[in-house]
């Protein structure tokens, strides 16, 4: 027994013959008749034993007393409780409380419980504002923290840092656009008003902790401009739909991101459906070394299920998420497969192999322009991938069968979008045939994929400029990767048959304000600094991005980001589907680019090559409100 221990039991012995003791002066007056002064003596080693003992038997001692919470208040409360209970009972079974005055017995137990608490509450303190270290004494060292946000998430980080981190940081106030809040004090520390007032705030501080992951895209940029007016690092804690447990800590808290910026509200899925349909089960994810399909890995992991299958045509990624899982403590059985879904021998013996009962396929050629040169590889990967998938899954009876499509399968102008809509429509096809369930999500950009504009435009900011844009009108619908794949997931477990889920969107985001949030989140201006250069549409690039065609109709779901886009427009039989299909592969490796997009352009009637469409915005679906009023 440390120490320690042997100061809290002494000191609580010293609280329970205290507490005794004074129960006994109130009831007499302070004038303890001799009779009853006997009775004390004999009663006080019994209460004493029965406290320690229950204390020391429920752990009590083991807990840091200047770390001492609410949660630890509480239990002493019970355990207060459960020694004097058993004391009482000790009293009636023995005397039955003759000669035992029994007014005694409250005051006993309140005092027991106030000196008890006291002892604790007092080692708190002094460890939190006395205690003799040079740097709690001196303030050397000590970051000084302002706080922004007054809510429960900055209270939690103040506390956090009061305790844990005392010794190097130190909080020195709040600030909180909240005007019922200014003035007040939070754990001592004054909160100051407002966000704007941030550049001329008169106290010291040397870093702002954004504490505000409810914060919309709007609100964040305002509360980065002020931050950056101070000339002070800043960090914000992140998004609760970023957070696996939903728990924010000082160890979650992070430099500003252009995530941060979006500000897309927090996804709330409905895990048992996603656990019903994962847990136990065979899960085949295609692609799963690129942006989507890593993450879907990472998500799918959380639903435990029987065997992950990591399929991956590129060996350096099938490489890299290998070494991932290796570092997972996990009973699942992960395999990571090198293939080609171009290659139906390797895909029909990664069937033989594991019998996926789920499938998610998001292996894809999807860099626009590439493609429109090389359009034969996107017709190979994109379409003849996806023939080669949908064809084992069914004849090896997968249960559900999930594609990762894209809002460029939208009216096509491009190669990548035409493949990827036509790879809508044999998911459509084949589900009328086969016992599997097909099914494909739609949605926009996602932030931070390779080949996407943000790693491209901070690798210009490093490299000092310029940034480069094809368009100043350029606008593009985004989310996060986690965002995207949590709602794949979610779309799986709504799924029944062929449909085409579209995700919402929010409103469109123009490339240009994307880039200028860009440069000043790296710490410079826009045009002065960093230089923003205009190079022109490449091809196959539109100004906008639509969601749905003019043929669909949107049906809401049970989840409020999730939409089913029905068609007016009868599907073409799958027989005859997969034999055009077949043509369009054997014309590929002629790898010649006019004869693929005119038979391209047969499969996917909305195709138009070589067209750039300058779409007004008031034809695009910014709002996905708007979508449920329609439906």
Known sequence: MSNRNFKFIASDIISCAAALLISFLLR???????????????????????????????????????????FDIFAIFKLVSVSCLISFMSVLFITGFEGYPR???????????????????????????????????????RKRILLLGAGKTGDKICRELMTSFSKTHQVIGFIDDDIKKTGAMLHGKKIFSKVSDLPT?????????????????????????????????????????????????????RDVLYADLLGREEVKLDMNSIDKMISGKRVLITGAGGSIGSELVRQTLKYKPSELICLDHSEEKIFNMSQELNKIDSL??????????????????????????????????KHVPIQEIHPWTAVRTNVGGTLNLVNCADKHKSTKFILVSTDKAVNPVNVMGATKRVAERIIQSINKESKTSFMAVRFGNVLGSSGSAIP??????????????????????????????????????IGKEGEIFLLEMGKPIKILQMAKDLIRLSGFEPDIDIPIVFTGLRPGEKLYEELQLLNERKIVTSHKKIMVLKSSISLMKWKLLSFEIKKLIQKSGELDAESIQRMLKKLSPDYQPNLIIETKKQNIATDFESFKAEA
């Open 201 to 253: 705030l008169k106290i010291p501080f040397d870093e702002i902790i954004i504490t505000a992951p409810s914060a919309s895209g709007e609100e964040m940029r305002k509360i980065v401009k002020f931050c950056k007016e101070t000339g002070k690092r800043f960090r914000t804690v992140p998004g609760l739909h970023e957070l696996m447990d939903q728990k924010v800590t000082v160890s979650s808290i």
């Open 456 to 493: 491209i435009f901070q690798k210009q900011i490093n490299n000092g400029g310029p940034l480069t844009i094809t368009h100043p009108e350029m606008t593009r619908y985004f989310m996060s990767i986690q965002e995207a794949s949590q709602l794949i997931l979610q779309c799986g477990s």
């Open 28 to 70: 007499f007056d302070f004038e303890i008749p001799t009779g009853y002064i006997e009775t004390l003596i004999v009663w006080i080693p019994l209460f004493c034993g029965i406290q320690i003992i229950t204390f020391y038997l429920s752990d009590l001692y083991n807990r840091l007393p200047k770390f001492t919470s609410l």
């Open 332 to 365: 699942i059985t992960i395999k990571t497969v090198l293939a080609s879904i171009n290659n139906i021998r390797e895909i029909e013996k990664v069937f033989l192999d594991n019998r996926p009962e789920i499938v998610f396929h998001a292996a894809a050629y």
């Open 103 to 141: 007014a005694t017995l409250i005051l006993y137990f309140v005092f027991n419980l106030i000196f008890t608490c006291f002892i604790r509450i007092s080692v708190r303190v002094y460890y939190s504002h006395f205690h003799e270290d040079s740097a709690v004494r001196t303030n050397i060292l």
